[in-house]
Each structure stands twice: as C-alpha cells, then as structure tokens.
C-alpha cells in the first residue's frame, strides 16, 4: 500500500537557520503530495500542495518541490523563525478512494531564539 | 479559512463506558469527514470516512461497532467510543471537507481530542 517516510525529530534549529525535512514516499502511480503543520494546541494545517511532478509549492517562505526520480517531496525554508516551531507532517492522496491522506509521521521542529 | 471544531477537546472516562466526540463544520457544509486516531510520536492513523447521510466506509482492522460514526448533517459527525477500554487512549482527530467546492480535496483539520480511559 501507499506510504510515506519522513526523518525523525526532533529537529533544533537556531532562528535564521536552514531547515530542511526529507520526506519520500511509495505509492501507484502519481499521487498528489502535502506538507501539513500542527503547531501548539492547534489543529493541522495545510502548508502547501503539489499535484504533479517538478511542482512546486510554497508558502510562508516554505518551499517542496515534487520530484518522481527520487519519489521525493522536501520541505525547505531559507530562515527559520521561533514562531516555525511546530510539528511537520507529511502526506499523499491515496489513490483507493476520493479523499484519503497517507501520513508521515510527522516530525517535531523546535527553533530557539 | 474554513473552521472544524472538536468537543470536547479532552476527557476522562472510567473503563466500560462510552464517550462521544462531535465534530462540526462552523462555517461550510463537510460532505465528508473523516476520523483519525493519532499516538504519541506517531502518524495520524485514518479510522474511517463518513459522507453525510450514508454509513461510515472504515478502514482495515478498525471495529465499526466500537467506534460508532454518525454523520446526520452537513455541519455535523460524531465518533462514539463504545464500552472504552484503557487501549482507546488516544488522540482522535477529525477532518472535513466539501466534494462540491474544491477540485482537489482540502481537509480541514479539528484540533482534537484527547480521550484518557481509567
């Protein structure tokens, strides 16, 4: 079945840093590809999306490009901030039936001041 | 952006009873929801799908008559954990979404719900 890989937190940055969140996945066929962020007491959230491969999305200077060669969706953001702080999961649309997410799962990001 | 709340977002129930989720859409019609379990440190785990008014599709190895799913509205699902066992402990957490509107779904996510059993 589908299923997604994403490396294991928690990741500690210092503020300004680079992140980066590998994220692969095995799946039929071309799935459609997210990156999902759950901060503090809060539901997930959709970070950004892609639907094809070599998109790329991006959103609040977070960035994931799909890649099908390396079945591979990173997230990546130039300069952290303290406010990044949050738990990143990654996921794909299954392709069983309309509307099924596959997750990863999920990696803690802590970044310090 | 579209809004899901959970309740209640946490509670505590002594072994053998049953405890009620709710699930609602505040400010668009949910065609669909779906429920997730999620453990410490781990993935979201998808439990089942409900469609308004048609019965929930579980997945595999999910016990459809201990976790009974009810979605009777548009705005509306609810999950009721049945004779709870302390291996219910979990986080559950419900999803939304409108087949109607977006051309690639978009859930959106309630904030939970921790449910402990003594």
């Known amino acids: 079945g589908d299923s997604v890989t994403q490396m294991e937190g928690p990741v500690t940055l210092s503020e300004e840093a680079f992140l980066t969140i590998n994220c692969t996945y095995t799946a039929t066929g071309y799935p459609s590809l997210f990156w999902y962020v759950q901060y503090p007491g809060e539901g997930l959230q959709l970070l950004l999306k892609a639907t094809k491969a070599d998109d790329k999305g991006s959103n609040k200077g977070f960035e994931a490009t799909y890649r099908k060669e390396t079945t591979s969706f990173h997230l990546e953001k130039g300069s952290v901030q303290v406010s990044d702080s949050a738990v990143y999961f990654c996921?794909?649309?299954?392709?069983?039936?309309?509307?099924?997410?596959?997750f990863g799962a999920g990696t803690q990001v802590v970044v310090t001041p | 952006g579209a809004v899901v709340s959970q309740h209640p977002s946490w509670v505590i129930c002594k072994s053998g009873t049953s405890v009620k989720i709710e699930c609602r859409s505040l400010d668009f019609q949910a065609t669909t929801m779906f429920w997730y379990r999620q453990f410490p440190k781990q993935s979201l785990m998808l439990m089942a799908t409900s469609n308004e008014g048609s019965k929930a599709t579980y997945e595999q190895g999910v016990e459809k008559d201990k976790f009974l799913i009810n979605h009777a509205s548009l705005t509306l699902s609810t999950l009721t954990v049945t004779s709870a066992h302390p291996e219910d402990s979990s986080f559950y957490i419900c999803?939304?979404?409108?087949?109607?509107?977006?051309?690639?779904?978009?859930?959106?996510f309630g904030p939970g719900t921790r449910l402990t059993v003594l």
């Open positions: 999803s939304a979404s409108d087949r109607g509107l977006v051309p690639i779904n978009e859930q959106f």
């Open positions: 996921a794909l649309l299954r392709g069983d039936s309309w509307g099924k997410l596959q």
